[in-house]
């Protein structure tokens, strides 16, 4: 049996630890607002790119861009990797590495080498413990203030690489919010370009056609290939505004468990507590008694 | 006077601009263009530069942009831009010392990628000081 001293530390123990975990709740409750502002900010110039960039597409060729061109043989595949910088956001990190592992797994076998790129500590701290080629790290962005710039500037270099044949194919894994309690990994090929196809699942938008017919200037071919490096940096910053929403989401999550938690642990440990104490009350009055009769006899 | 025409102006981070205007004059890739309500479909890329757009007042407003495109519809001009700002958003300070920056590159002269991106920057920050004048 503890002694009362042991337990009544133990209850400060987890009331401090407590303190701390409701603390980091809030804070993730007011960043997940900004978060999901910045987000919902970012929507209309995402769908309005995407159906501008249908539009074009559908008037190009298949093979208007070299951004859009498959290669025939893949060699070097380059993933981009968003994860959080920091921990105490329960499985969030782990499942999108897990992500990658299953993609790596199903690759393995026809001969790619792997490189990769890392927002976020946690992504890479995992690159590097499974020593991979890591090219490029950006910690500090997400779960943070960021602007397009991050985006168009990585996405700008994968896209000179890819250009230059360094690599055959980009994939993009983030973590996709759908709701405050269920984010989950999303791989997508990002280069070359998959066909882009108008989109059916905006919604209210499908019965009304777009008006297409552009008088382009310059011509459509180059619109398009100004547009398509562009709708690159739109994924990369959008994958970054969804990891960074998820990421304060999955804290939050976390860290009310952690709370209850405490309050359960506080809870039985006030219950040990009040019968130690009981206990040795009643083991004080067996002394005073029994001291009380050897004094009468 | 003819109708007036939906404007606006979309960035990632933020609707900049959503009014109705009386004309859109935009500095397209291949000029400067002016789009009056009833425009045929037109898509052109933008220049670094300012926007001139004249509200239902008649009353000339002033918005800098730039890396983005614009699209005209018959009732609606929008403006994606990577960057866009009002004339009153315009930070001077920063402005001037993106332009000094710019130069500082630019007159070190060193690979081409770092040149082409001091260039833009350059142009950036003198488009929006001369728009503060």
């Not at chain 1, 989109?199 to 938008?205: F, K, M």
């Not at chain 2, 332009?99 to 142009?123: C, F, P, S, V, W």
Request: net charge negative; aromatic share 6%; charged share 30%.
């Amino acid at each position: 049996m503890a002694t009362l001293k042991e337990v009544q530390n133990k209850i400060q123990a987890v009331k401090k630890t407590k303190k701390i975990t409701k603390a980091m709740n809030m804070v993730a409750t007011s960043r997940l607002r900004g978060a999901q502002q910045k987000m919902e900010g970012f929507r209309p110039f995402a769908d309005k790119f995407e159906e501008v960039l249908g539009s074009l597409a559908s008037k190009s060729g298949e093979d208007a861009n070299d951004l859009l061109i498959p290669r025939d043989e893949v060699k070097n595949v380059h993933v981009i990797i968003c994860t959080s910088d920091r921990g105490l956001c329960a499985g969030f990190n782990i499942n999108i590495t897990h992500e990658v592992d299953q993609f790596l797994e199903e690759k393995k076998d026809d001969n790619i080498s792997f490189s990769f790129t890392n927002f976020g500590k946690k992504g890479r701290d995992w690159c590097r413990k499974n020593k991979y080629a890591i090219i490029e790290e950006q910690i500090g962005v997400v779960g943070a203030q960021f602007g397009f710039n991050v985006a168009s500037v990585a996405g700008r270099n994968v896209i000179d690489k890819f250009l230059e044949g360094a690599y055959d194919e980009v994939y993009l894994i983030y973590s996709e919010f759908i709701s405050m309690a269920r984010q989950t990994p999303v791989l997508k090929q990002i280069l070359p370009i998959p066909p882009i196809e108008i989109e059916d699942e905006d919604e209210g938008q499908e019965d009304k056609p777009y008006l297409a017919e552009h008088l382009c200037e310059p011509s459509a071919d180059e619109l398009l290939g100004d547009m398509l490096p562009q709708s690159v940096y739109v994924q990369l910053f959008s994958a970054l505004l969804e990891t960074s929403t998820s990421e304060h989401a999955a804290r939050m999550a976390a860290m009310d468990n952690a709370t209850k938690a405490c309050n359960d642990m506080v809870e039985n440990l006030t219950l040990v507590f009040n019968k130690a104490r009981q206990a040795a009350i009643t083991a004080d009055l067996m002394d005073i008694v029994g001291g009380a009769e050897a004094l009468k006899g | 006077m003819a109708e007036n025409i939906k404007f606006e102006v979309v960035t990632p981070e933020k609707l900049v601009v959503n009014e109705n205007a009386q004309i859109v004059v935009a500095p397209g890739a291949l000029g400067e263009f002016g789009i009056l309500s009833g425009h045929t479909p037109f898509l052109s890329t933008l220049k670094t530069g300012v926007i001139r757009y004249a509200d239902e007042k008649g009353k000339d407003h002033y918005v800098f942009v730039s890396g983005g495109f614009a699209e005209a519809l018959p009732d609606k001009v929008t403006v994606l831009a990577e960057s866009a700002e009002r004339k009153r958003d315009i930070d001077k300070e920063r402005a001037e010392d993106s332009l000094k920056r710019a130069q500082e590159r630019l007159a070190q002269g060193k690979r081409d990628n770092d040149m082409i991106r001091a260039e833009a920057a350059l142009q950036r920050a003198i488009w929006r000081l001369k728009m503060i004048g």
